[in-house]
Nanobody
Framework: EVQVVESGGGLVQAGGSLRLSCVVS????????VGWFRQVPGKEREREGV??????????VYKDSVKGRFTISSDNAKKTVYLQMNNLKPDDTAVYYC?????????????????WGQGTHVSISS
């Protein structure tokens, strides 16, 4: 059984930092792309990933609005993907979901992700 478990969300002030973690089990971690997606309160989950990383070749992609502020990384030994979020803004407030896909697609669309976590809440106060 594949499991995707996120952690690390919380409430921080604007300008602060958080690090989200995503543990993926039940599949061959090194063969998968892992991505972070978010759902802003009152809206549908965004189709384009916040950031994704391929565990096959290490390539990464970031949504334009988070470039230079967020960094994604992967620890294959721990089967964990991290999203370091710095200089957080109120617009970053959302539920952040982690997901795994067997393929890599440009700009990381959610359609290709098969396994999803339950989400972790991130709230940024102004």
């Amino acid at each position: 059984e594949v499991q995707v478990v996120e952690s690390g969300g919380g409430l921080v002030q604007a300008g602060g930092s958080l690090r989200l973690s995503c543990v993926v089990s039940g599949l061959i971690f090194n063969d998968y792309t892992v991505g972070w997606f978010r759902q802003v309160p009152g809206k549908e989950r965004e189709r384009e990933g916040v950031s994704c990383i391929s565990n096959v070749d290490g390539r990464t992609v970031y949504k334009d609005s988070v470039k230079g502020r967020f960094t994604i990384s992967s620890d294959n030994a721990k089967k964990t993907v991290y999203l370091q979020m710095n200089n957080l803004k109120p617009d970053d407030t959302a539920v952040y979901y982690c997901a795994a896909a067997a393929v890599w697609r440009h700009r990381c669309p959610s359609d290709y992700f098969d396994f999803w976590g339950q989400g972790t809440h991130v709230s940024i106060s102004s």
